[in-house]
Every structure is written in C-alpha cells, then in structure tokens.
C-alpha cells in the first residue's frame, strides 16, 4: 500500500530527516502580538527569542485547526491508500482531538496520540515511516504506533524558568527560589502530561551531565535505536559534551542532535536540552 506519514509540527524532526522519509508536516502556530504564525514557516525559534529578549512577553502557540487539517487531510487522502498522522499529545493542545473530527470525513485517515512532544513525537514518525516502507497495513501500524507511545521516553533539563514565569507557568516565588539557588528542574512527559521530576543544581552543563547520568546509568531498558539529543539553542560545546556522554553509554546505535521548534522554545526559552529514546518492548517505565 501507499501509505503517507504525517506529523504536526512539533515533532521537532530536522528538516533533512522530513525530507529522507517523507514526512509531511502540519505547522501548529505561534501567536505574537495578536497575529498567528505558522510554526517553521512564518517563524522561527530564534524569532521568538529575540522577541522575549526586547522585553516582550512569551509567545502564545495555538493548535492546528480543523480547517487547515480539514485542507491537508482532503489532498493526501485521494492520493494515498492511507495517510497515518501522529499528533502532539492529547493532553497538551486540542491537534489531537481536531485532526481526529476531520479524520471521520476521510476512510483512510488514521490519527494517532503520540502521547508525547518534540522528539519524543518524531521517534513515533520515524517508527510509522518505518512500518510503511515494510508493507504493513495500517491498522497494523496503528496499532504498533498505540504500543510504542507508552514506552517513549521524553524528558528536558530548563537552565531558567525565565519563560515558564513569564508565560505563568509557575509562580513568581518558584522563579526567584529556583534562580537564588541556581536549580535546574527537569520537566518529564508521563502518560501523556508533563510534571516536574527531579531538580538539580549548579551549573548549567554540570546539571546536564548529572541528569544524562540518571537518564541512562544503570538500565537494562533502553532500546539500542535511536536517541535524540534535543536542545533550544544551546551551547554548542555543551551538546556536544553531552552526545559524547550518551555515547560513552554504547547502547544507542544513532545519536541524532536537533534543534527544538518553536512550540518548546516558546513555552521553555533558550538553554534547553533533552535526551528522548525508547525503551524495550515489556519494560515498564523507570
């Protein structure tokens, strides 16, 4: 079968792994100063950066609405046999709940919950493009896709809650406590939502290299695949210090670096990273 492999924007896959797989996208949006931008297209992460840093407030994002996935969704369908969409979470925007009312229009439409963000998200692509290119059917991969969301696992260590204040996100006394006592907090996708785990402290690159540790020491869990290395516009020795110590592990097979879109650096700002990979299939969560 013919089958296309679509994602909303904020899976956060380069743009040369879109190109290589053929991956189409489904910009969400970026809303500053009452006008809505494309995310990737009409604006990117640099953009809102230099915005914030004027003294502007954060940018709010919005989902993509049922029109435009109404227009996407109409074109792939009369070319394809199946087109499978994995969606941004159900639990953080209303994609998933949109792209599924205009999918009952069209039989061979598939939208699936990836139950994550960023990269986390464009593990679950990579997984459907492979599955495509293997001649499964698509129920078949649906169904696999459903599976694989509960063991993805997506974390980010935020060097200032800058954003996250501004954007009220946490509380003015958080942001202060969290910047006399430089902690770094780790945000944590489980089951869909994100929660605070575990706070560290100190420098930036010290804390990064503590939270890789607690990602990944010890576990007989992880998937020798893909990890990604997922950052906003940090240091580039810093990523590279931490891709070294993620190879040092000698478990993943791919450690592949992106840069975040602007639905993580609008909510989390710049100086952010975050290793995402899977775990082996009947392995529970650590």
Do not use: W
């Amino acid at each position: 079968m013919n089958i296309k492999i679509t994602a909303d924007s904020t899976c956060d896959l380069s743009e040369q792994l879109v190109a290589q797989q053929e991956i189409g996208i489904v910009p969400l949006y970026v809303v500053k100063e009452g006008k809505s931008y494309q995310d990737g297209l009409e604006i990117k992460p640099q953009d809102i950066f230099d915005y914030v840093a004027q003294g502007n407030e954060p940018c709010k994002t919005a989902a993509v609405s049922i029109t435009d996935y109404a227009d996407y969704f109409s074109g792939l369908s009369a070319q394809y046999d199946a087109v499978i969409h994995i969606s941004l979470s159900a639990e953080f925007s209303s994609c998933y709940q949109n792209a599924c009312l205009v999918a009952q229009q069209f039989p061979n439409v598939f939208v699936v919950d990836s139950r994550n963000l960023s990269t986390g998200s464009g593990l679950m692509v990579l997984e459907a493009a492979r599955l495509a290119k293997m001649g499964l059917a698509p129920q078949e991969i649906v169904s696999r896709l459903e599976e694989l969301a509960g063991r993805v696992e997506a974390s980010f260590l935020i060097d200032s809650l800058l954003y996250l204040h501004k954007g009220g996100r946490c509380s003015s006394l958080a942001a202060l406590g969290a910047n006399l006592l430089h902690l770094k907090p780790c945000i944590e996708v489980k089951d869909g939502k994100m929660q605070v785990g575990k706070k560290y402290r100190g420098p930036f690159e010290k804390c990064l290299l503590a939270y890789v540790k607690d990602r990944l020491d010890g576990r007989d869990d992880l998937a020798a695949g893909r990890i990604f290395v997922t950052h906003t516009r940090c240091n580039p020795r810093t990523v590279e210090l931490v891709k070294k110590t993620v190879k040092e592990y000698g478990v993943f097979q791919q450690i592949t670096e992106t840069e975040a879109g602007c639905t993580i650096s609008s909510h989390c700002g710049p100086n952010t990273l975050g290793i995402l990979f899977i775990r082996k299939q009947g392995r529970k969560e650590a």
